[in-house]
């Protein structure tokens, strides 16, 4: 039977002092839009968003980096506390088709394989440097399963979600391109401005040509 | 197509040096962070001037390296990755963690810590980090940056998927002889200073 050095256990002691502080710099940052947005619906205590940060990992992810590429399967529902994603897919043609964008606050997985465990037929990956939480499914019943009130905001996003790709679909067919990109710009300028016209085309199911044409004839006076 | 992950490589030094060139077959994105940032830069270097398939680039803040990678290396002495294991713990979360265990080396007085004791000191400052310890039990840093280099690596993890994701890594690697043991689960082994059924 061996004892361990007393030096290691005051040397542990002392740095995770020094340390704290940092870390609760860093903390504090790291997690402010995600309990932002999750205390908007309902409210956790400060024990419970101890218990929900155990389950989270922080990953940064550099502009053009993938979180996720075709044929892998989509381990994490991923939250944008800093930066901007797209999901896309790319036809047989080869070119992107974009499917989602995700801006601070907002979450962004491949559903099916995430909760099926299917290969993606999507990638994620970054247009800006981004700061981001990840949560795989083990976390998240664990999650549910200590914080049962989760349960609710997971209901209220996964309506949020199949009420946004109805819309979607449903603008897709009914609207003509300039009401959907009108549409696009009334409630998200922040896409608009921080992403390349290309994709925005792409997301509007347009080529850049026509929402290049598009554009100018909104600007043209009536 | 598979994703490229991210390591951080923490410590260059002679640890440091095995555990990049095991990894240099692998395709991934090698962050090296090193308190002597020089010799990081230089080994990232001489990595990139190698024919593999890993990109590496030297970073100087072992946070920073840590948050973006998926996968942390910790390489120094025992008494330096414990340093580091608290000054990365909030990044380190739901991570992997790979600890170098160096039972000769004197100098830190890592002498008498056995693997679990390693393991365990390092779970006490990291409780959601999953950890494996690696030992490069037949190595040489001598022969520049050659796979061949490292003949056998030994394997230690108290959970079976981190032991064979950490395997894993190594095979594909083209690290031919991986030795891995599951370490047991019990109450009395999680008590610092525990007796410890590997001494």
Redesign the interface.
């Known amino acids: 039977?061996?004892?361990?050095?007393l030096?290691?256990?005051e040397?542990?002691r002392i740095?995770?002092r020094?340390?704290l502080a940092?870390?609760c710099l860093?903390?504090s940052g790291?997690y402010e839009v995600f309990f932002k947005k999750i205390n908007e619906v309902i409210h956790l205590t400060a024990d419970e968003e101890a218990i929900f940060?155990?389950?989270?990992?922080?990953?940064?992810?550099?502009k053009k980096?993938?979180?996720?590429?075709?044929?892998?399967v989509c381990k994490y529902s991923i939250f944008v506390e800093k930066g901007l994603l797209r999901s896309y897919s790319v036809n047989e043609k080869g070119n992107d088709q974009v499917v989602q964008f995700a801006l601070e606050g907002w979450w962004i997985a491949d559903l099916y394989s995430f909760i099926t465990g299917e290969p993606s037929r999507y990638n994620i990956d970054a247009l800006e440097d981004c700061e981001l939480l990840?949560i795989?499914n083990d976390?998240l019943k664990e999650v549910r399963r200590q914080i049962p009130k989760f349960l609710e905001f997971s209901f209220l996003q996964m309506q949020n979600a199949y009420i946004a790709l109805e819309r979607r679909w449903s603008h897709m067919v009914t609207l003509s391109t300039e009401e959907r990109y009108n549409k696009l710009l009334d409630k998200y300028p922040d896409i608009v401005q921080r992403v390349p016209q290309h994709m925005i085309a792409s997301y509007l199911g347009l080529t850049p040509e026509t929402l290049s044409r598009a554009k100018k004839q909104m600007t043209l006076p009536k | 197509?598979?994703?490229?992950e991210t390591i951080a490589l923490i410590g260059t030094g002679k640890n440091g040096r095995l555990a990049a060139v095991s990894l240099l077959a692998c395709r991934y994105q090698l962050l090296l962070c090193d308190k002597n940032i020089i010799q990081a830069r230089e080994l990232a270097q001489e990595l990139n001037n190698t024919a593999c398939d890993c990109v590496a680039e030297a970073m100087e803040c072992s946070?920073?390296c840590a948050?973006?990678a998926?996968i942390i290396i910790l390489t120094p002495d025992?008494?330096e990755q414990?340093?580091v294991a608290?000054?990365i713990?909030?990044?380190a979360?739901?991570?992997l963690l790979i600890s170098v265990y160096d039972d000769g080396n004197s100098n830190s007085?890592d002498k008498?810590?056995?693997s679990t004791?390693q393991i365990d000191?390092i779970r006490?400052?990291l409780?959601?980090t999953k950890i494996a310890l690696i030992k490069f039990a037949t190595a040489r840093c001598d022969k520049g940056l050659k796979t061949n280099a490292i003949e056998n690596i030994e394997i230690y993890s108290r959970e079976q998927n981190t032991l064979d994701t950490v395997a894993g890594i190594f095979k594909n690697s083209g690290v031919e002889n991986v030795k891995k043991e599951l370490l047991s689960l019990t109450p009395n082994m999680l008590q610092?200073?525990s007796?410890?059924p590997k001494?």
């Open positions: 039977m061996k004892q361990l050095p030096f290691l256990f040397r542990c740095t995770l020094l340390n940092k870390l860093f903390l790291m940060k155990n389950y989270l990992k922080p990953k940064k992810l550099r980096q993938f979180i996720l590429q075709e044929g892998d990840l795989n976390g | 197509m598979h994703i490229k946070f920073n948050w973006e998926d025992l008494e414990l340093e608290g000054y713990k909030a990044v979360n739901q991570k007085g008498g810590i056995s004791q000191l006490d400052i409780p959601n610092p200073g007796s410890d001494c």
